[in-house]
């Protein structure tokens, strides 16, 4: 597979809605089927008394693109929005959405948001892209947050918000759609196998941990829309496992060692994970220096 360096081009995005569950939609790239990792996933549910959203997306213009595609199914007040994370791709678009839209994070999500967005812009500017609609978001954060746990009654729909431990950032948030055995991960998991996690903040063995929690937790039945990319089931998080794994591993063997720079690249590639179409720019550039404690391969 071709590698890429950019996760995807934001100005060809077209998002639509596929029925998941009894009344709960992935709302998802149109290139979906097509690679191994596309734009930002988002998702709703509509119950009796209302819709809840699952992330806003990268920008105004997606974000009117999730809005619509929930009018496509019902004319119900989308009563909350559920951001998983801070980045930017999973909530820039909450400016887009009704003032009445009860906003949901984790508090240190709305913390970052609020003490970090700039810096956030600017990463995403430098992942997507320039004059791609980022430098017109305005941000807005949680109308309320979540420490451990909460849960939502839309009616015939329960929707159950979790926080299970350090993934990706500080505050990631899964959510579950209890009478359909659904839950939405944000980039907890990034995408199906042939995808590996992305190490961005380090703290691996947190990340570790929060994998085998969300492993435990669910069943073999469970449908997960991960960040990006298709939907999974409960086995495809062993392959994010098995890679943290053999990925401290290697780094505690190197580091023992006391190997070169160019040895360590030569001894952390992993080939046999390198099918995923951003194993060149995330393996090497993010997660190796992650595991290695901040020692650039």
Known sequence: MQQKSKPFEL???????????????????ADVDETDHTATNAGFVV???????????????LASQVIGEVRKITPAPIRFLVNTSFHGDHCFGNFAFPSQTVIIHHEATKRIIEERFEQDREFMIGLLGANEGIEEVVPRSADVTVTESCSVDLGGKHVDIAYIGFCQTEGDLVVRIREDNIIFVGNALQAPPPAFPWLLDGRVADSLATYRRL??????????????????????????????????????????????????????????YSDYSMYDFIHFNVNIPAALGGMTP
Not at 15 to 25: D, L, N, P, T, W
């Open 47 to 61: 119950g009796e008394s209302g819709v809840l959203v699952i992330e806003s997306l990268s920008n105004g213009r």
């Open 215 to 272: 492993y435990e937790m669910l069943d073999d039945d469970t449908l997960i829309v991960p960040g990006h990319g298709g939907t999974m089931r409960r086995s495809d998080i062993l392959h994010s496992i098995s890679y943290i794994e053999r990925l401290t591993s290697l780094a505690r063997d190197a580091k023992e060692q006391g190997m070169s720079q160019e040895r360590i690249r030569e001894a952390l590639a992993m080939k046999e």
């Open 11 to 29: 100005a060809d995005v077209t998002m639509r809605a596929r029925e998941i569950g009894e009344s709960v939609y992935a709302v998802m790239a």
